[in-house]
């Protein structure tokens, strides 16, 4: 399939991404026999490219590009506001478009991932690996563990909770921690006192705009499941390198003991289980922890701020190599939809102004540019992890590529230990699907009442009024985006070894 090439000036008509070249000094020399209005003429032009280069540097440091180590040369985007017509579904632009979503399409490798050896995994957060232990606690189903109180935690354990500093709520929960602390602490013949600590026995790792909000909800009617006190702490991926924002870039890492502190009130009901002799508080040995950061799957932006990529322009770990290494039987919960439909409803969420149908458009167009760049000089997996180009696209067309991020989970898990649901499904058929998830999860099953009233919930995080209104996106978008995906909604299919993930009845 022929590809777009940068030096075919008959392609100028479609938005390019093009390589600005320096001018070399010793070309200045000849300039003193050249008449004085080329010479006008030429430092006009010159100074001119100089204030158009600062431009865009100045607004891409804006966006924090700047900050991001690039793992591949990202060339200069021209502006496209002054390039591309407002509506890239004429037939010239459409085609162009269309030729440069085929380049992408023929470039696809779905090579492999080389794993990092464990010890490098524990080497590179040591405080972490020394404060979970590598077993747990038996006859409870939650991953808990006993910790010795020292001194200062006696005195009061969340006073330097940064969860608590940035969330009224979780300081709210903290309140009532503090006062029940001294209560659910075990003491030992030897008159030391131990909390008892857990983590997740499952996470909701993703995706956004793919309904884990809802489900999340919905799994909180069940008795025997207990989640963080915030849906998305988000400390896997951004909060425990100091990410709170990433245009803000590194600021105070959360340690592993905030985000422990998330799990208190779930360990005190078990803790109840453990202490208690009555059947209710034997059933509390049965209650699971978890925790639903739609982020997990896919964001390991945080490796280009702390370390140089590779030369192949890939992180040198993955957040599933912390949680599998930490917690090898960790449950794991995948939320997916139609690719083509997440990404615009993740424009409509995310984007508060100037929102169109035509303005979507241009944001695919530009994006698919910026990839198809990339795959030219990178592998699919370094593009998709890229936080430059992630940064650069307007649109996340990379949060898509379900087979690329699913795969790099399965070198981990064991494909038993991820439950994949498909969105359309989990609408059409919620009552169904919820009982897969409470299978899989190996909780008991919920009496009528309760059932009924999980699945007459209404459904949580949709799609405000005033987005509506802007209707579907237009049909070329829509063709064009189906067609960038196809490969990957096809890969994803033969790993799931289910045809509905190629999403062609959609």
Known sequence: MPCLDDGDNSRRGLPSVLELRRVPLWSLGPLRSVRKVKVISFLLGLTLTFLIMASYILTWDKKGLMMSLSPFHLRTIVNPSSTLPHNLSSTKDYANIKLLVKCITSKLEFSPRKLPLLKDVVNTDSHLFSVIPRQFLPNIKSPCWYEELSGKTKVDPYSKNLYAVRSKSFRTVCDYLRKHFQEHLYHSDDNKQYRLRCLPYFYIIGQPKCGTTDLFHRLLLHPEVKFTTMKEPHWWTRKRFGIIHLKD??????????????????????????LGNTSVDHSQRHIITGEASASTMWDNQAWSYLYNYRADGEPPFLA????????????????????????????????????????????????????????????????????SLSNAMTVRLNLGLYSVFLLDWLTVFHRDQILVLQLEDYAANLRLTIRKVFDFLNVGPLSEQTETALT???????????????????????????????????????????????????
């Open 456 to 506: 007459k919930r209404p459904m949580s995080n949709t799609r405000r009024a005033a987005d509506r209104s802007l209707g579907p996106m237009l049909p070329s978008t829509r063709d064009l985006l189906r067609e960038f995906h196809q490969p990957f909604n096809h890969k994803l299919a033969t790993i799931l070894d289910n045809k509905v993930f190629h999403w062609t009845e959609t």
């Open 320 to 387: 599933q190599d912390f949680i599998h290494a930490v917690q090898p039987n960790a449950k794991i919960i995948v939320m997916l939809r139609d690719p083509v439909e997440r990404l615009y409803s993740d424009y409509l969420y995310f984007n508060m102004a100037n929102k169109s149908v035509e303005d979507f458009d241009l944001r695919v167009s530009e994006s698919l540019q910026l990839f198809e760049a990339c795959l030219a000089e990178n592998s699919v997996r370094s593009c998709v992890y890229n936080t």
């Open 249 to 274: 870039g590194l600021l105070e890492r959360f340690p592993v003991e905030d985000y422990l502190d998330l799990f208190e009130l779930a360990a005190y009901h078990i803790q109840e289980g453990i």
